[in-house]
């Protein structure tokens, strides 16, 4: 299984992507803009990752991005502002102004789909990239 992030924006307020599967845009993805993949407050660099199947004591079933440059415990979760990232990555439905910044919103849908696409695997392949 192959999931794709095609990232579409980025700036202080974040990374904002489509997240793909089969060709079909599913969901929308936000993460920290780009500081030179430094821990906690960076997005991960362009590229292929392995995704794998984790329990997290915070989120629960989750799926962590594997093999990222001096980086670990990169989750996929809720949220809807890049604050909420701490260097993960967030799922959610919309685009929107939340508390007077750029966010996503229905996270909670758009991760349920997430969840769904990926509930018969273990692990995944990853791409992210640029338009």
Same mark, same amino acid.
């Given at each position: 299984? $192959?999931? &794709?992030?095609?990232?579409? !924006? &980025?700036?202080s307020?974040? &990374? +904002?992507?489509v997240?793909?599967? *089969?060709?079909?845009p +599913? !969901?929308? #993805?936000? /993460?920290?803009?780009? =500081? %030179?993949n430094q821990?906690s407050?960076?997005?991960?660099?362009?590229?292929k990752?392995i995704?794998?199947l984790v329990?997290?004591?915070?989120?629960?079933? @989750?799926f /962590?991005? @594997?093999?990222?440059p001096?980086?670990? !415990?990169?989750?996929?979760h809720k949220? *809807?502002l890049? %604050?909420?990232?701490?260097?993960?990555?967030?799922?959610?439905?919309?685009?929107e102004i939340?508390?007077?910044?750029?966010? $996503?919103l229905?996270? @909670?849908?758009?991760?349920?789909? +997430?969840?769904?696409? #990926?509930?018969?695997? %273990?692990?995944?392949? =990853? /791409? $992210?990239?640029?338009?």
């Open positions: 299984m $192959i999931l &794709t992030i095609k990232r579409i !924006a &980025t700036g307020n974040g &990374t +904002f992507g997240f793909i599967y *089969n060709d079909i +599913f !969901a929308l #993805t936000l /993460e920290r803009e780009w =500081l %030179d821990r407050i960076s997005c991960i660099p362009v590229g990752y995704c794998k329990n997290s004591p915070k989120f629960g079933n @989750t /962590e991005i @594997t093999n990222v001096g980086r670990s !415990a990169i989750l996929f949220g *809807n890049d %604050d909420d990232s701490h260097g993960c990555i967030l799922v959610g439905e919309q685009f939340v508390r007077g910044y750029p966010g $996503i229905a996270s @909670t849908k758009g991760y349920g789909e +997430f969840m769904q696409i #990926t509930r018969n695997v %273990d692990e995944f392949e =990853l /791409e $992210i990239f640029w338009r």
